[in-house]
């Protein structure tokens, strides 16, 4: 059987900043829908791009990998309704029909409400995207209508039935921790934290420094291109909340030819600097980690090696004098 993968699609740049709330590896789940008779809801809130299996069937016909309803034969409409991994504001949408060329919706809506404790009885749906037009086999990108309000579960409503391959909602994520005695790990995507800059990605974003687990292989990490030049790669990260660190974990998880010879991380304290303002700047900032040495596929733990710094927001990490990095670890309580 032929298995044809998605065409690249390039993330729109302004969209670079935000994280896509309805990720699976954040834990977003399908609540209830309406109906995923020929495909399951839970698979377009997978992370990797779609493919498409030729001569692949099942029970219930043509396999897609995606949402996918049956022909309606009566007035309505299909919806789902997703809780997201974590709760933020969203910025924009992309519902992508990647495949279904043929059997895409007509068109689609998102709605959303906040409910933390998980309420769905009761919710008060706002809505995100007014109703808009689809079409076959491509990405839809939408910016929100309500770019204020925090959500914690969305309904995708497409109109009258269909496909959708994919459904990434990027956003801000609402930081979850308050507990000033608890350990956390500050830089974590689920507790705020977001990529400001990087020097290079070639073969994996440095978002994925930040995200839940290990990395399931080398692509689920932040590898740069071979350096040809004199210096080395970094990428500056923001906390979700300033605090103290006391202990910090490089994960080089599936680097095995091509982890960095050497790792250190600068940081400071700041409160109101834009984005653009810190990229210059962080090249002076103190270290917290000075340059440690690395191995390949191994999780390095730094206590002792942690210089002092009352309280942080930001940091750098270089990676020396390039390679990859799985994840990052920041370990500490809220200052």
């Not at 034969?73 to 992508?96: F, P």
């Not at 009258?160 to 994919?166: F, K, L, Q, S, T």
């Not at 080395?232 to 605090?243: E, K, T, V």
Request: hydrophobic letters at 40%; aromatic letters at 10%; one cysteine or more.
């Amino acid at each position: 059987m032929a298995t044809l993968l998605a065409p690249e699609f390039t993330i729109p740049e302004t969209l670079l900043p935000y994280t896509n709330l309805a990720d699976e590896r954040l834990g977003t789940a399908i609540v209830s829908c309406s109906d995923q008779f020929f495909a399951e809801a839970k698979r377009m809130l997978q992370f990797t791009a779609p493919i498409f299996v030729e001569d692949k069937f099942d029970d219930h016909g043509k396999w897609m990998d995606g949402w996918e309803t049956r022909r309606k034969r009566e007035t309505g409409y299909d919806w789902c309704i997703i809780q997201l991994g974590v709760a933020g504001t969203i910025q924009a949408v992309d519902i992508d029909t990647t495949f279904f060329t043929g059997n895409y919706p007509a068109s689609a809506s998102l709605e959303g409400f906040y409910a933390p404790n998980g309420d769905i009885e009761n919710a008060q749906w706002q809505s995100i995207l007014p109703n808009s037009l689809l079409g076959p086999s491509q990405h839809h990108v939408l910016i929100s209508q309500n770019a204020q309000q925090v959500f914690t579960h969305v309904r995708l409503n497409i109109f009258p039935d269909g496909g959708i391959a994919r459904l990434k909602i990027y956003g801000q994520v609402q930081i979850q921790a308050q507990r000033t005695d608890e350990t956390l790990d500050l830089v974590a995507l689920r507790n705020g934290g977001r990529i400001i800059a990087f020097s290079d990605a070639h073969f994996g974003h440095p978002r994925n420094l930040i995200n839940p687990g290990r990395g399931i292989n080398m692509g689920d990490g932040w590898e740069t291109k071979r350096r040809r030049a004199p210096g080395y790669d970094w990428s500056i990260i923001a906390l979700g909340q300033a605090g103290k660190i006391e202990k910090i974990e490089i994960d080089t998880a599936h680097f095995k030819g091509n982890f960095p010879a050497q790792v250190s991380i600068q940081a400071t304290y700041i409160e109101d600097a834009t984005d653009a303002q810190l990229i210059p700047q962080s090249m002076f900032w103190t270290y917290l980690l000075e340059a440690q040495q690395m191995q390949m596929d191994h999780i390095h733990e730094y206590l002792n090696e942690i210089l002092a710094h009352e309280k942080i927001s930001h940091i750098r990490v270089n990676m020396i004098p390039d390679g990859g990095i799985s994840r990052i670890r920041l370990w500490g309580k809220l200052v």
